[in-house]
């Protein structure tokens, strides 16, 4: 059968299913999971949310060598997680150091190809799911990490449930300056994202600047042959190039404390990065009791800057 035919079929296949799932047990496990979550997330911000996202966005960027990488694949597999749940718990407990509460959803997406008739076609799947992090207790990162595997389990199992059919269930408040449900995006790839490989053409990622934002912070992890490509893509609305630079630069902070102790409470990670020791008096110790930083430019400063890029895929006749 040609590949657009079969792409068809496909895609006419998953509209009954997608009908069918949102009276699933699936969907409203999904929604459950989601029941009395916050609506929206507490984000060091260097201006007010407006009434309307604009969606316009920058990148910064940044780099995780080999060792740390090669430690926290380490740490991964010790705990029985993977490494993207390592990256999601430490994105969490940097959030929860920087004033978002104890209970942080987190989006991320899936390639939503779990059916093997899907393998060979060239076709956009993509599903959104969210992942629900609970850092309540000041659990030790160790702790946190089967909390999150626990979760992430439940969630991956029913990855196919349309997002838009769990925002319907769960059923929040509408708006137009935030993203519903979730407001930071994390995505971790591996290693053979960086190449496609096709009869007669040779491809390779590219980093490309796209100027928009789909979510007010949107990290995303790519694994590579001497660590991991980072990359915070952040909303200009809320955000200077300062605090993204400075957001990117702690979480790789956080993942370095907590590969070397993973046993260490979450209250008790250290946030700031090599550079930034001596913070405003009192600032880290109110953020680490759950206060809301105060929204101003200059919260956050960190030492230097990275080129806003996205990626493409570049194609060539081999």
């Known amino acids: 059968m040609p590949v657009v035919a079969a792409a068809s079929r496909a895609v006419r296949g998953l509209r009954p299913v997608a009908t069918a799932t949102a009276g699933r047990p699936a969907a409203r496990l999904l929604a459950s999971q989601l029941a009395g979550s916050p609506e929206l997330l507490e984000l060091p911000l260097d201006r007010p949310r407006g009434l309307t996202a604009s969606f316009v966005g920058a990148t910064t960027t940044s780099h995780i060598d080999s060792g740390l990488h090669a430690d926290l694949v380490k740490l991964a597999r010790d705990t029985g997680t993977t490494l993207f749940m390592v990256v999601q718990a430490a994105l969490a407990t940097l959030l929860n150091a920087l004033g978002a509460g104890t209970d942080i959803p987190l989006g991320t997406v899936v390639a939503g ?23 309540a207790g000041n659990p030790t990162f160790r702790d946190l990490l ?10 991956f199992a029913n990855q196919d449930v349309p997002f838009e059919l769990v925002v319907e269930r769960v059923n929040p408040a509408r708006s137009l300056a935030h993203h519903p449900l979730f407001q930071v995006m994390v995505i971790l790839q591996g290693t053979d994202a960086g190449s496609v490989e096709m009869p007669g053409l040779a491809g390779t990622v590219e980093d490309l600047d796209t100027g928009v934002a789909k979510f007010d912070l949107s990290f995303n992890l790519r694994e590579s042959a001497d660590g991991i490509e980072c990359s915070l893509e952040y909303a200009t609305d809320l955000f200077d190039p300062a605090t993204a630079d400075a957001l990117l630069s702690r979480l790789i902070t956080v993942l370095r404390a907590v590969a070397t102790e993973p046993s260490t409470p979450v209250g008790a990670v250290e946030v700031l990065t090599p550079r930034r020791t001596a913070p405003r008096p009192g600032r880290v110790e109110c953020l680490r009791r759950g206060r809301p930083p105060a929204h ?23």
């Open 113 to 135: 190809r779990s059916d093997s008739a899907l393998d060979d076609l060239v076709g956009f799947f993509v599903n959104t799911l969210v992942l629900r992090t609970d850092v």
């Open 146 to 155: 089967s909390r999150v595997r626990d979760v992430d389990l439940a969630a």
């Open 296 to 318: 101003r430019a200059g919260t956050l400063h960190p030492p230097g800057r990275g080129n806003p890029e996205r990626s493409r895929l570049v194609l060539r006749r081999g």
